[in-house]
């Protein structure tokens, strides 16, 4: 087993109160990026392991609510945010994302989402990272069957908005976006109400981001039935997918299709089941499995197994191998002669890494797998050229810098098609630099999250030779003459706090020297120039302790060296949608009852004009448009306060 290191830094969650760990900073010339996967203690808790590009791991732990369970967590693109998904009960879950390097934690919407639909679990109801990681879209699912709605949520403004209002007969449930971030496609539930019930078919949304301008729709199939696989391609101008998933359905019409966007326009690329569900009539029974994925240069790739009957099959219809389908064009042209089970593409080469199975009937005509192996090639010409092969595996990542690849092992699966990739309890590492594969064991049931950025290394240092040779050294930053109030992380300018959403926004100030013995120096936040207070909810507390209060006059002393502080939206009847307001982190004393004054620590004035203040300089907020003596202002704007 891997062996932990836990580093803590505190912070302040609307939740639940947890320490989160720092990240190791990488040594030079290695990817940038380390391997994330969340599994649960013995005591309940959820932590989230870090596998770093040398071997060493970091642990953080999560901000889950105690008998919650973590039903998925996933990392932004750029390694940045973890998205967590979490519920008690199976039925209504929490959304929440966290700033793995800040230690940010925001919740997004907390009772009224759910992963499951009709009392099954839905994978495609988990929330989606855009690809710029500017932008989380999820569903919000009513188990009481009200309607569900789409929503988009901004990272930098910290707001949601709805992208498509669902009703009982037309509602969202899987959701893809574009590769440029700039649409998001929605698939429908397109329902009727007929004599035997109500019958439902599916359609494919599309959506402009930001504007939310509707781009358009498309019948995905038939009357009836769900899609299920939708896969972008990488120049934006086609989606595949499967039609239909339904579990209903699938047996009797379960097809591969493609959505051409520039002329808006559905084709289907295989016809291996019956010509439609014929559900009026008896169609044949199939048993298909599909896989699909994207070459870098926009051909289809498609692993295919297909036969009549059930689990039985024909052996006269029986085929399990890869093809390749160069849109616009959709003749399927032979790639491997083994089923591909799944896929990954990485995003800087275009290498792919695949699970490659070769399947055979047994004697009872049922699918057995004779051989599973992971392969990486490059492809080109309607070709695929292996260049490394390693243990069988699934879910497949590739790191933002295309230098690492992350893959869950399936040696332990037996030869029954198709794997159960959470039940692996080996990760495999392959380095496209050296073509090496490393395991790494780690519980059962672990949850992968993804790749996370790691901190920037330091900078180099340099050591005198014996030679006559001047080394070149920076000059340092002399030392301010006054001390500092820091704030940070450094907010956007403005701020949005959203009424909707009731969202916190957490940071830290501390002071920028260290107090010693008995000194102490007292901060008051407050608004200037004079802002309403029902504009904005402001919570303080020590960094050691677990209780937030609502004091605004903070000590600082020896034991006192941070506090955490979070402010949102109030929530009252006045609409002051658009208020700008500024919250100050001034100096009002530097010493106070049985403490010793702390040099070099001013007290800070507001000037005539109530604009500006005076005193010790300041680092951090976001007021960029006054002078740097009055840069410790956190300046925010309401929206939806009504």
């Not at 009392?119 to 710029?132: E, T």
């Not at 029954?416 to 990760?427: K, P, T």
């Amino acid at each position: 087993m891997m062996t932990m290191k836990t580093f803590s830094l505190n912070l302040g969650v609307s939740i639940l109160l947890l320490a989160v760990g720092l990240l190791s900073t990488t040594a030079q010339g290695i990817s940038s990026f380390g391997f994330g996967y969340a599994t649960r203690t013995p005591e309940g808790n959820w932590t989230l392991t870090v596998i770093n590009p040398d071997g060493s791991d970091d642990t953080i732990p999560l901000p889950i609510p105690l008998g919650n369970r973590l039903i998925d967590v996933t990392a932004s693109p750029d390694g940045q945010w973890l998205m967590l998904l979490s519920s008690a009960d199976d039925v209504q879950s929490t959304i929440q994302i966290m700033n793995v390097h800040t230690g940010e934690i925001r919740l997004l919407n907390q009772g009224n989402v759910s992963h499951y639909a009709g009392g099954v679990f839905r994978r495609d109801l988990i929330p989606q990272w855009s690809p710029n990681s500017q932008y989380l879209a999820y569903n919000m699912i009513f188990p009481d069957g009200r309607a569900h709605n789409a929503h988009v949520y901004n990272v930098t403004t910290g707001t949601s908005v709805i992208a498509f209002y669902g009703t009982t007969l037309f509602y969202p449930y899987d959701l893809a976006w574009s590769p440029d971030s700039t649409q998001l496609a929605v698939v429908t539930a397109r329902c009727r109400e007929e004599a035997g019930g109500i019958i439902c078919g599916s359609s494919i949304e599309r959506f402009s981001i930001p504007s939310l301008q509707h781009l358009g729709g498309v019948y995905a199939g038939s009357e009836r039935g769900e899609v299920c696989n939708l896969t972008w391609s990488p120049d934006g101008n086609y989606i595949a997918y499967i039609f239909s998933c339904d579990i209903n359905i699938s047996n009797f019409y379960y097809e591969i299709f493609l959505l051409n966007l520039q002329q808006s326009s559905v084709q289907q690329v295989t016809a291996l089941t019956n010509p439609a569900p014929l559900l009026d009539t008896l169609p044949l029974n199939y048993n298909n499995y599909y896989t699909i994925e994207w070459s870098a240069d926009n051909h289809l790739l498609a692993g295919i197994t297909y036969g009549q009957g059930g689990a039985a099959v024909d052996p006269a219809t029986f085929s399990a191998q890869t093809f390749v389908y160069p849109v616009p064009a959709i003749n399927a042209l032979p790639l491997l002669t083994e089923f591909t089970g799944d896929w990954g593409r990485n995003p800087v080469t275009g290498t792919l890494a695949y699970r490659a199975e070769a399947i055979q009937l047994d004697a009872s005509n049922l699918r057995v797998v004779a051989s599973r192996q992971t392969k990486i090639g490059t492809y080109q010409n309607n070709s695929v050229t292996e260049i490394a092969s390693g243990t069988p595996g699934c879910d497949y990542r590739w790191s933002p810098d295309g230098a690492l690849l992350m893959y869950r092992d399936v040696s332990q699966e037996g030869t029954l098609l198709g794997v159960i990739c959470s039940l692996s309890d080996v990760l495999v590492l392959f380095r496209s630099s050296t073509g090496a594969f490393t395991q790494y064991e780690i519980a059962d049931e672990a949850l992968s999250a993804g790749w996370i950025a790691l901190p920037e290394p330091p900078p180099p240092t340099y050591t005198a030779t014996a030679t006559n040779t001047t080394i070149p050294t920076e000059t340092a930053t002399p030392t301010p003459v006054l001390n500092t109030v820091m704030i940070s992380p450094t907010a956007p300018n403005p701020l949005i706090l959203s009424e909707e959403t009731r969202a916190w926004y957490n940071y830290n100030i501390s002071l920028s020297a260290t107090l010693t013995g008995s000194e102490c120096v007292t901060v008051e936040l407050d608004y200037y120039p004079p802002t309403p207070t029902n504009y904005a909810h402001v919570q303080t507390k020590p960094n050691t302790m677990s209780t937030w209060s609502t004091a605004l006059t903070l000590v600082f002393d020896a034991n006192h060296t941070t506090y955490n502080v979070r402010i949102r939206a109030r929530d009252d009847s006045t609409n002051h949608t658009g208020a700008v307001g500024r919250l100050s982190h001034r100096i009002i004393e530097n010493s106070a009852s049985g403490c010793t004054s702390a040099a070099g620590f001013p007290v800070n004035t507001v000037d005539s004009g109530g604009t500006r203040l005076t005193g010790s300089p300041f680092n951090g907020g976001n007021d960029a448009s006054a002078a740097p003596d009055s840069r410790n202002v956190l300046v925010f704007t309401v929206t939806d306060n009504d």
